[in-house]
């Protein structure tokens, strides 16, 4: 059996050994949003490799961290998204339903009726939808979320390995 054993530290810093420490923090926690960030903006990604490839060389010259926190950003919030995945796929299997990753660019454009997609949809980006083709309203936070009836044209589906619903020819 392993035992662990934790302890507490208290630093006695001086103000300026204080100051750095918290600077450092503050560093620290602004690159974990910018890698964060990052990774949202490229499909929630969770791949640490990818995350670091994509962040590295701008967290060292941003936040001036040395290279192994740097390097611990991106497993950080590789991790944290590769958790929250897997807690949203076991909800739903828990209630007998299925996870998918979907492209959410444009889902807010997107009518679900029709499938026109266009800016003028969202008239002064607010929270009304009209679909300019078809005249569907409803607030624009739900469409995003509905799944639109132009994808249910009949043909087989299967979950791919990254998640995404993949047509099968």
């Known amino acids: ?22 600077q450092t ?4 926690r602004e690159s974990l949003n910018y890698a964060s960030r990052y990774a949202f903006e490229h499909g929630k990604m969770s791949n640490k490799v990818a995350i670091q490839d994509g962040t590295y060389y701008d967290i060292r010259a941003r936040f ?3 290279s192994q926190m740097a390097c611990s950003v991106s497993r950080e919030v590789g991790a944290t998204y590769k958790g929250l995945w897997k807690k949203v796929k076991a909800n739903a299997a828990r209630v007998g339903s299925m ?3 979907v492209d959410a660019n444009y889902t807010s454009q997107a009518c679900p009726r029709c499938g026109h997609t266009c800016r ?9 939808f009209v679909c300019q083709n078809c005249h569907y309203t409803l607030h624009a936070d739900l469409v995003g979320c509905e799944k ?7 043909g087989p589906t299967r979950l791919g390995q990254d998640g995404h619903l993949v047509r099968v020819p």
């Open 148 to 154: 639109p009836e132009h994808e249910n044209a009949p």
């Open 120 to 128: 003028e949809n969202r008239p002064n980006k607010g929270l009304l």
């Open 64 to 66: 001036h961290l040395p």
């Open 25 to 28: 923090q503050l560093a620290y």
């Open 99 to 101: 996870a998918i990753k």
């Open 1 to 22: 059996m392993k035992t662990t054993i934790t302890a507490k530290l208290k630093l006695n810093t001086t103000p300026e050994q204080f100051q750095a420490l918290r």
